[in-house]
């Protein structure tokens, strides 16, 4: 039989993870799951229910609805990936703003969260071929992931990214409110207790602030080679 790898992909906020990650998913017909997408969709859900704010986070009434909160993906034959349901609502645009982006990272802190959903990321790799990217894959989720990557780029090359994404999008934002959401999202991700944003020692390090889609297309591919060969 075929070998299947899991791969994991972890880095800073638009470190073009996501990008790479739907690539590499669809030339080794393997999965793709946006875990950071998992996190949005938890935060939205909070967000609807006053459970959190600018200036507040009601963990405990969070906590005591988690089993309110169904996340589920659904494959988009003409987008080429999976979209995130919440509740059976698509929910992919929704958790896309800037809004979202400013709170996800406080909810990301409570282990309560983590928990659960690292449990249904167990379930999605459990038969390996699956890409999955976020903050703690190579670290927490696969700890034994036969490839791993860690991207790395400037935060002013990934706000730079992530502004011009949201402009596309219609949002009315500015690059320095973009910037400051990176910088503030870098800090509590790799400050919180319950498993920080870290590289995993055997992680492959890709600074790509000067390296095009291609060029680290190129040599993922390669290492994957390698691996399956
Ligand atoms: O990948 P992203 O920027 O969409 O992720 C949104 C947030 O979710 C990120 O700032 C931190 C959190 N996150 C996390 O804590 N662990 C993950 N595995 C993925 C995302």
Known sequence: MEKKITIAI??????????????????YNYVYV????????????AFQNNFVGT???????????????????????????????????NVEQQIRTLEISNLVSKVATISEVRRKLVIEQHKMGAKGGIVMDGRDIGTVVFPNAELKLYMTASAET????????????????????????????????SNRKDSPLVKADDAI?????????EEQFKSICDLINNILS
């Open 205 to 213: 390090e890709f600074d790509n602030s000067d390296m095009s889609i």
């Open 55 to 89: 200036s507040f986070l009601a963990k405990d009434k969070l906590i005591e609805h988690l089993d309110d909160i169904d996340l589920d993906f659904q494959y988009d034959e003409k987008k080429g990936f999976a979209e995130i349901y919440l509740n059976g609502e």
């Open 10 to 27: 972890d880095g800073f906020s638009s470190t073009g993870k996501s990008t790479i990650a739907k690539l590499l998913a669809k030339e």
């Open 158 to 189: 990934r706000a730079q990214r992530r502004y011009k994404e949201l402009i596309d999008k219609g949002e009315k934002v500015t690059y320095d409110e973009v910037l400051q959401n990176v910088n503030s999202r870098d800090e509590m991700d």
């Open 34 to 45: 946006d875990t950071g997408a998992m996190y949005r969709a938890v935060t939205l859900y």
